[in-house]
Structures are given as structure tokens and as C-alpha cells.
T-cell receptor, first 113, second 117 residues
Framework: KNQVEQSPQSLIILEGKNCTLQ??????????LRWYKQDTGRGPVSLTI?????NTKSNGRYTATLDADTKQSSLHITASQLSDSASYIC????????????FGTGTRLKVLA | SQTIHQWPATLVQPVGSPLSLECTVE??????LYWYRQAAGRGLQLLFY??????ISSEVPQNLSASRPQDRQFILSSKKLLLSDSGFYLC????????????????FGDGTRLSIL
């Protein structure tokens, strides 16, 4: 069964600190992996998209890594800001006969001053 | 630039009433369009997607239906709402030419929060 699991479920950090969010998946055959940021009450916004051949991709203070062998991805946030408070969603696309994105349940991050 | 609009932002409906949520995209042609539902504590669930006018694919059996009367308009409907239809409904678009191998992001609207009483 295609699944995407994210950890931790929620995280609280102080402003300026770094943090890493995890995503494990069992989707096969794998096409690509995406990280989205979703502010409360808003739609998700794309942060990064990685194919199986990419190990690392950065977008400002956000750096995503992908290990296609172990089927794990991480999203590292550097020097966190209050505006980073949001849910971060990992999405894996399957390149099977069925067009499908599999969404994780997200990690809710809260950055405190 | 491309934009996506969803309305209404919030909606409270009684059980058994009809539903119509609208989504429009501007600034792009022939987008792929999607309807998702996001329940509390759960990942987004794909309800419908469309690769062109009048072409609708359903991912899960349900009480809802979708239509695409125009290239950049996607409508989510129900004839009789159930309590279980409550949730946060998101519309999205993308410009993938090959959805199975796409490296393009999906762009989401700001959603409609639907409460069924």
C-alpha cells in the first residue's frame, strides 16, 4: 500500500534555531517527492520538488534531502523565523498506471519568539 | 501571472442541502485541475481531477461530483450533503503535460471550509 508518513507530528522551536522534519514513504514506483508549506487556513505552497536522481534541493532557508534507497526525505529549516510557523506536508508521486499523489499528514511547526 | 480563486471561503450548510463550490484559474491555458478534501489530522485526499473540458476522473466513490464547463473553471457539487462531507476543500492546478512524470508543482487555492450541521 502506498503510504507517506511524517514525523514528528508537531514541533515547537525557538526563533533562530534549526529543525529537521522527516518523511518516510512506501510509494512505488516512485516518481518525485514534494514538500509544501501550508499556513493555517490557506492552501499549500510548493517548497521543493525532487526526482529520484536528486539528493538535495534548496529553496532559501529550506533544504530538502532525498534518499531513494531508504525511501526517506527530510526538510531542514535553517535559522527559523516566526513566519515559518505552519504545517509542512510531504507528497510523493507514483509513476504507476494510476495518476496519484500521496500526501502525508504533515508536521505542524510552531516557532516561538 | 497565474492565480487561482476559490469561493466561498467558508460555508455552513444543513444536512441534505445541495452544494456548489467554484474554482477558477487565470493566467494559464489548459491546466490540469484538482479537487482535494483535507480532514483534520489527515492528509489531503484527491477527490477529482480534470485534464480538459468535460473530462473528469474520480479517485474515490463519494457523495460529490465535479464538472469542468470551461477550460479554467472547476466546480464541486453535491445534490444532498452528508455530515461526513464536512472538511476543508482545496482546488489546485498544474501544467503537467505528462502527469505521471511531472516535475511541476501544484498550485493551490486558499480553500473552502465546509461545515455541515
Amino acid at each position: 500500500k502506498n503510504q507517506v508518513e511524517q514525523s514528528p507530528q508537531s514541533l515547537i522551536i525557538l526563533e533562530g534555531k534549526n529543525c529537521t522534519l522527516q518523511c518516510n514513504y512506501t510509494v512505488s514506483p516512485f516518481s518525485n517527492l514534494r514538500w509544501y508549506k501550508q499556513d493555517t487556513g490557506r492552501g499549500p505552497v510548493s517548497l521543493t520538488i525532487m526526482t529520484f536522481s536528486e539528493n538535495t534541493k534548496s529553496n532559501g532557508r529550506y533544504t530538502a534531502t532525498l534518499d531513494a534507497d531508504t525511501k526517506q526525505s527530510s526538510l531542514h529549516i535553517t535559522a527559523s523565523q516566526l513566519s515559518d510557523s505552519a504545517s509542512y506536508i510531504c507528497v510523493v508521486s507514483a509513476s504507476s498506471g494510476t495518476y496519484k499523489y500521496i500526501f502525508g499528514t504533515g508536521t505542524r511547526l510552531k516557532v516561538l519568539a | 501571472s497565474q492565480t487561482i480563486h476559490q469561493w466561498p471561503a467558508t460555508l455552513v450548510q444543513p444536512v441534505g442541502s445541495p452544494l456548489s463550490l467554484e474554482c477558477t484559474v487565470e493566467g494559464t491555458s489548459n491546466p490540469n485541475l484538482y479537487w482535494y478534501r483535507q480532514a483534520a489530522g489527515r492528509g489531503l485526499q484527491l477527490l477529482f481531477y480534470s485534464v480538459g473540458i468535460g473530462q473528469i476522473s474520480s479517485e474515490v466513490p463519494q457523495n460529490l461530483s465535479a464538472s469542468r464547463p470551461q477550460d479554467r473553471q472547476f466546480i464541486l457539487s453535491s445534490k444532498k450533503l452528508l455530515l461526513s462531507d464536512s472538511g476543508f476543500y482545496l482546488c489546485a492546478w498544474s501544467v503537467e503535460r505528462d502527469p505521471l512524470l511531472s516535475n511541476q508543482p501544484q498550485h493551490f487555492g486558499d480553500g473552502t471550509r465546509l461545515s455541515i450541521l
